[in-house]
């Protein structure tokens, strides 16, 4: 059974700070997924990315990817406040193919403080 | 550009009602699921439709059954609900490269 871990579960910064939330998981997979939810609101799509050592970046947010790691970081350069959420990752357990069952972490709910 | 499209925003049910969430999307995806999310848990898929005319169970698929109408819509039905279902229920349908696009959500309180 695909397990995804996120760690940390909760994560207060302030702003102009840089951190990274971390998302491991527990079996093959090079393709792996970062979501952000606003509260009481759905999902976004973020990043996909979809090889070892992908890199993607959007504004203050980069993700990276090692699949020998089994490992995804999603780092915040200089938090405002528009960045409080709650951020998902979700991996693919297949690795490919067409059903693409996502298998989320449980998410990391980030507060970014004035 | 409506996307995925859920109905309804909210619900009530006594234990024991019976109803169906209704999803449609517009976007020509094949692939379309549903999930639920509690507190603490993440998403938790239920059901996937890999295509029209089929679908598959998902991680936590008991008390729920699904129907792929068509290939924009994909409907998830309780037939007795329990206080367990409680949840807040996303539809969602995927392009290639397994980047789901979700629907608003229905929030369902059973009593």
């Known amino acids: 059974e695909l397990k995804v871990e996120q760690n940390p579960l909760f994560l207060s910064m302030q702003e102009g700070k840089n951190y990274t939330i971390y998302c491991n998981y527990s079996?093959?997979?090079?393709?792996l997924y970062w979501y952000r939810q606003d509260p009481g609101k759905s999902l976004e799509s973020l990043f996909v990315l979809l090889s070892n050592g992908a890199v993607k970046q959007e504004g203050r947010l980069m993700a990276s990817l090692d699949t020998k790691a089994r490992l995804s970081t999603l780092h915040i350069t200089a938090a405002v406040h528009d960045l409080s959420a709650t951020y998902f990752c979700?991996?693919?357990?297949?690795?490919?193919?067409?059903?693409?069952?996502?298998?989320f972490g449980k998410g990391t709910l980030l507060t970014v403080n004035p | 550009n409506a996307g995925v499209t859920q109905t309804p925003k909210f619900q009530v049910l006594k234990t024991g009602q019976s109803m169906t969430l209704q999803c449609a999307q517009d976007?020509?995806?094949?692939?379309m699921y549903w999930y639920r999310q509690d507190p603490g848990m993440g998403l938790r898929l239920i059901y996937y439709s890999a295509s029209e005319g089929t679908t598959d169970k998902g991680e936590v698929p008991n008390g729920y059954n699904v129907s792929r109408l068509n290939k924009r819509e994909f409907s998830l039905r309780l037939e007795s609900a329990a206080p367990s279902q409680t949840s807040v229920y996303f539809c969602?349908?995927?392009?290639?490269?397994?980047?789901?696009?979700f629907g608003s959500g229905t929030q369902l309180s059973v009593l």
């Open positions: 976007m020509n995806h094949n692939s």
């Open positions: 079996t093959t997979s090079d393709r």
């Open positions: 979700a991996v693919d357990p297949k690795g490919g193919g067409s059903n693409y069952k996502l298998t």
């Open positions: 969602a349908s995927t392009e290639a490269y397994g980047k789901l696009f």
